[in-house]
């Protein structure tokens, strides 16, 4: 069984803060992505990584996966309120298997970004 | 990515009763998924739909409880049977693809569902 390790739970940061969100685990994934969420509304999708050492950036978000693709972090710089909600983690493991197309989730992160 | 519309958005219901779930996207895919999720929480995956075949069911999980249909490529149900306070949560469908090393999910707005 597949886990994703996602680290912190909860941030409460001030505006113009920077942070970072982890997501590890044990095992490889042959791409990873990360979504947003916020209340009322599904999961969006940020970015999909595929590749080892891979970096994408997205405006003030900055996307990275690990050189084994085991782990992912997502940076944020100079947070603003409009960031906040819950960050997902989402792994998967191509085409194949009885896995097929089934992504392993993160527990998620709540960011809260105060004015 | 696919345009995913869910019905109802939301429904408050009572125990015993039970509620179906629509999904509808704007283009034909193969694979959807149906999840859980408690708010502020990660997602837990009911099932996977693929139409053409008999929906996939994850440990924990059971056709009696949470039957599913999938007519056609573009549409699928989720019922919550016979409620209790318990199945109240956030209910999800996704649409997924999958090739041979990205698999990436596009989500629906969700159905908030409230049992007494």
């Known amino acids: 069984t597949q886990l994703l390790e996602q680290s912190p739970q909860f941030l409460s940061i001030q505006e113009g803060e920077n942070l970072t969100v982890y997501c590890n685990s044990s095992?490889?994934?042959?791409?990873l992505q990360w979504y947003r969420q916020e209340p009322g509304e599904g999961p969006v999708l940020l970015v999909t990584?595929?590749?080892?050492?891979e970096v994408k950036k997205l405006k003030r978000l900055t996307f990275q996966f690990g050189d084994a693709r085991k782990d992912s972090s997502l940076h944020i710089t100079a947070a603003q309120p409009g960031d906040t909600g819950l960050y997902l983690c989402?792994?998967?493991?191509?085409?194949?298997?009885?896995?097929?197309?089934?992504?392993?989730f993160g527990q998620g992160t709540i960011l809260t970004v105060h004015p | 990515s696919a345009v995913i519309s869910q019905k109802p958005s939301r429904d408050i219901c009572q125990r015993g009763t039970s509620l179906t779930i629509q999904c509808q996207v704007d283009?034909?895919?193969?694979?959807m998924f149906w999840y859980r999720q408690q708010p502020g929480q990660s997602l837990t995956l009911i099932a996977t739909?693929?139409?053409?075949?008999?929906?996939?069911?994850e440990s924990g999980f059971v056709i009696d409880k949470f039957p599913i249909s999938r007519p056609n490529l573009t549409f699928s149900t989720l019922t919550v049977s016979n409620m209790s306070p318990e199945d109240s949560s956030i209910y999800l469908c996704?649409?997924?693809?999958?090739?041979?090393?990205?698999?990436?999910?596009?989500f629906g707005p969700g159905t908030r569902l409230t049992v007494l």
């Open positions: 996704s649409v997924g693809t999958s090739g041979r090393i990205v698999d990436e999910q596009f």
């Open positions: 095992s490889v994934f042959s791409s």
């Open positions: 990584v595929v590749t080892g050492g």
């Open positions: 989402a792994g998967g493991s191509g085409a194949g298997g009885t896995s097929y197309g089934k992504l392993t």
């Open positions: 283009s034909q895919v193969t694979m």
């Open positions: 739909a693929n139409q053409g075949s008999e929906a996939t069911y």
